[in-house]
């Protein structure tokens, strides 16, 4: 979703704002501007534009900009069509300039008031009334900082944002409240991003502002203010992520760097996790142990992919832990009035920490009585690990890409871990659980061994979707979830039309839309439903449907006129669900290279979803 940059110092802050918006493209935006008070603190100078931030640099070398304080923005857009005219910075009387991200719910009766004020309105933005709610209160106090304060408090919703006055030319002020944050720390200078990303190529250490700050950031200085108005302060981070973690190298695009950094990524997540062949209760943090003790049920929350992570989770913890377990759509699971149970456990998933459907599903969670709180996630310092009594992070590193593949994985492999912990608990047996942490241990190499064996033959067969509108993926068991895992990578980024079923289910419905148009996806392990997945298989070819089978290396299959198939390497064990995961993602990834959609920015989407 949108991405803010900001930067107050001694040198010419543009480059640096046009860096920081170029990584933070993953995100997803349809415009992008500019904004800086020129270097003799007379007036602001501002360039904005519908498209690409290489629009947005095409723009500057026709009129240069400089300035030594200035703050940029990608926008996605929520209120407002995509248009130069909603893009940010957005000014007030040319006076003050404002960057958010999120939305305000009470926009309608803010613009009313200030309409009747005598302010006049430019754009259809919800952003609008923010920038003229704080030239109203810095005409009342003079000062930027109390002006940001006392605005915020006439704001409902979520925003991050970031201000700068030609009145208070040597401060840049940040304030957040339901959208992530970030403060880098220069020497003589300070930025601003919504995540660290954008700003490792100036600084590695962070300071990560909580729910409801406000700061000011000069040159020489930085004060942090909380949601009651007191100077605090917030512990300064160094970050382990390197510049060269967050490029794309020799790849073509992210989301190909990504499908092959998983046996780095799965086994950077397992270092340290398991000890003399076991699996500690602190993995998931000091009082993880006395928690589980207590644990008789786990209710799962998470969006998207990382649903599809929970879906999987559930099959193993019940199946192996005996644990009862639900899955929770977030944006679901606050509005249905869930009921609540003491002792179950509420592990939440998210690659980004920032996710707005999981971080309130958390919120209804703890009000309604639910037990202890889980966080497995991608980022150390998020507001979703802040707000858990366990994490367990992923360990998966920068995922650019907006379609996820490692945060998936190592999601499943967090889930994993959590299902030996608690089924340890419920009497699983140690010949069980000790086969559980050999499949696990073997896990990274043969994701290696998979990756470097499957990219021709899934390219070769990725012919056969690139023409199609669209395509059904089945699976059985715990790969029903990854078959959605796969259809959903394929609509993201190739625009076709996919939808998942239980195999068991292709009777009770879509059968009725298998022609020789409608090609069939089928994840066909080893395991004890395999037969009766190949009956259901069978239902598809009597009905003239094209079938694309990933199968396992002794399940029979055979290809000719009407079925390609695409042998798996090798046997895929315990934790066949992650190594299936595999051929989709270069599934989706080739087709989408064939039909020359764009691979890392997919149109519409955006990498975190930091708003309802």
């Not at 009129?63 to 007030?92: F, K, M, Q, V, Y």
């Not at 605005?151 to 040597?170: C, H, I, N, R, S």
């Not at 609540?340 to 920032?354: F, I, N, Y």
């Not at 195999?503 to 080893?526: F, I, N, S």
């Amino acid at each position: 979703m949108c991405g803010i940059v900001g930067a107050i110092a001694q040198r010419d802050v543009v480059p640096i704002l046009l860096e920081g918006l170029r990584r933070l493209e993953y995100r997803g935006y349809d415009s992008a501007g500019l904004a800086v008070l020129g270097n003799d603190g007379g007036c602001l100078q501002r360039l904005r534009t519908r498209g690409k931030v290489a629009a947005l640099v095409e723009l500057l070398q026709k009129e240069p900009l400089s300035g030594r304080i200035g703050i940029a923005h990608t926008r996605w857009a929520t209120h407002g069509e995509p248009a130069d005219r909603n893009a940010h910075p957005h000014l007030c009387q040319g006076r003050v300039a404002l960057v958010h991200n999120g939305i305000i719910e009470n926009h309608e009766a803010l613009r009313e008031a200030q309409r009747a004020t005598g302010h006049r309105f430019t754009s259809d933005t919800d952003t609008e009334v923010v920038v003229h709610q704080i030239f109203d209160r810095l005409r009342e106090t003079g000062d930027l900082l109390t002006a940001v304060q006392r605005a915020t408090k006439d704001l409902e919703g979520a925003y991050a944002l970031a201000v700068m006055a030609v009145d208070d030319p040597d401060s840049l002020v940040a304030a957040r409240r339901g959208s992530p944050l970030v403060i880098g720390i220069g020497i003589g200078e300070h930025f601003l991003a919504s995540d660290v990303t954008a700003l490792l190529p100036v600084t590695n250490r962070f300071v990560f502002l909580e729910e409801g700050d406000v700061a000011e950031l000069r040159r020489d200085g930085l004060r942090i203010f909380d949601a009651r108005g007191r100077e605090v302060e917030r512990p300064v981070k160094t970050s382990q992520i390197s510049v060269e973690a967050a490029e794309k190298g020799a790849y073509r695009h992210y989301m190909e760097k990504e499908i092959y950094e998983q046996p780095r990524a799965l086994a950077d997540t397992l270092e340290g996790r398991i000890v003399n062949g076991q699996m500690p209760d602190e993995v998931f943090g000091a009082e993880a142990g006395a928690i589980f003790d207590h644990v008789r049920s786990v209710r799962i929350i998470a969006c998207g992919t990382s649903y599809h992570a929970g879906l999987v989770g559930r099959y193993w913890l019940e199946a192996l832990a005996g644990v009862p377990c639900q899955v929770e759509v977030a944006s679901e699971f606050r509005y249905r009035e869930p009921v609540a149970e003491a002792d179950t456990l509420v592990v939440t998933l998210s690659q980004s920490g920032e996710t707005a459907d999981t971080l309130a599903a958390l919120a209804e969670a703890r009000a309604r009585g639910f037990g202890p709180a889980l966080a497995i996630c991608n980022v150390p310092e998020s507001s979703l690990v802040r707000a858990s009594d366990l994490t367990f992070l992923t360990r998966a590193g920068p995922e650019i890409g907006v379609a996820s593949t490692k945060a998936f994985t190592t999601q499943l492999v967090a889930m994993a871990l959590l299902v030996a912990v608690l089924g340890r608990r419920r009497g699983l047996d140690e010949e069980t659980i000790g086969r559980w942490i050999a499949a696990l241990e073997h896990l990274p190499g043969a994701c290696a061994r998979w990756l470097e064996a499957l990219g021709g033959p899934v390219e070769a067969v990725a012919e056969e979707l690139a023409d199609k509108e669209h395509a059904l993926f089945l699976g059985r068991g715990a790969h029903y979830p990854i078959a959605m895992e796969g259809a959903l990578k394929l609509k993201e980024i190739s625009y076709i039309h996919a939808e998942a079923y239980p195999a068991g289910e292709l009777k009770h419905g879509p059968l009725a839309l298998v022609d020789e148009r409608m090609p069939v996806v089928a994840v066909a392990p080893q395991d004890s439903l395999l037969e009766k997945l190949k009956s259901n298989l069978q239902e598809v070819r009597a009905r003239g449907g094209e079938l694309i089978c990933f199968a396992g290396p002794d399940t029979g299959f055979t290809g000719d006129g009407q079925t390609r198939v695409v042998h798996m390497p090798e046997r895929a064990g315990l934790l066949a669900p992650v190594l299936y995961t595999l051929p989709l993602q270069l599934l989706a990834y080739h087709v989408a290279l064939i039909k020359g959609t764009d691979v890392d920015q997919p149109r519409n989407l955006a990498k975190s979803v930091t708003v309802e």
